[in-house]
């Protein structure tokens, strides 16, 4: 069976629809390259705006029967489902890229100190660094993976971060100048989700897929996190990192001038940790 598959653009967004072909066998698709709000705000410089942008267009194209499926990076989606749609998360490996790099230019040494001009526009890193790294000078940085490399070597940063994950699927990872970082992340980093449409076609390719009882776990501690989310009412934009890992799920909220750390396997003791201690407050210091 053919199957039209929606997609951004992005070398990065076509690599995964490449990752997903291979994982469940697909031989036969028509790919629909797809601009989206997210990427024309993008393009314009923005930086503050909600990550769902990059979604939301392609889910019309699935409600509407134009498409089969649609491939995300996981961490854009947003944690509330879209109604008549579903999704399946996966990884293309065994092992999950969770971490954030610190990629420094080419000529320099790997060390960072706090007064070096960081780039990277999103805001839990923007806290992350601050609380964990002492940093003074993080700057927004904006663009695709190639363009935010070229920033950073052409010297209008000292180093940037930036996933793990999607270095390595473009095969960047190699020739990067970096440190990992042990910061946990954001929900559903290093994963990517396929999305269709209740019933259709594709639903039955992708659930008779052996993939698709391999990643049973995964998809479970993803909608752990998920599950936190909406009822704090946040998303991967906010100031928050999660890692769920079997039942249990860890987790820090950043705020303007303090942050806390949270853990445990039942969502709602880990709610009354988080209002305990001042952890809603924290959230929407930034709003």
Known sequence: MKIKIASRSSKLALKQVEEFNKTFLI???????????GDELSAKGETLFDKGNFVSDIEKLILNDSVDVAIHSAKDMPAKETKGLKHFYFIENSERM???????????Q???????????SSLRRKMQAKFHMSATNIEPLNGNIDTRLKKLNDGQYDCIILAEAGLSRLEFLQNQNYKKLNHLTCSGQGV????????????????????????????KEINMERELLVKLNADCN??????????????EIYGVENFI???GNNINEILEDIHKNNGIKLLHEHN
């Open 192 to 219: 990517l989700a396929v999305q269709w449409k209740e019933g259709n076609s594709a639903e039955s390719i992708i659930k008779s897929s052996q993939i698709y009882k391999d990643m049973a776990n995964l998809n």
């Open 98 to 108: 969770i971490n954030d790099l610190l990629i420094f230019r080419k000529d320099t």
């Open 27 to 37: 031989k036969e698709y028509d790919l629909i390259e797809t601009s989206t709000r």
């Open 261 to 263: 750390s949270f853990s």
């Open 110 to 120: 790997p060390n960072f100190r706090s007064e070096m001009k960081l780039g990277t």
């Open 238 to 251: 906010s100031a928050i990192s999660l890692f769920a890992s079997g039942n249990y799920l860890n987790g």
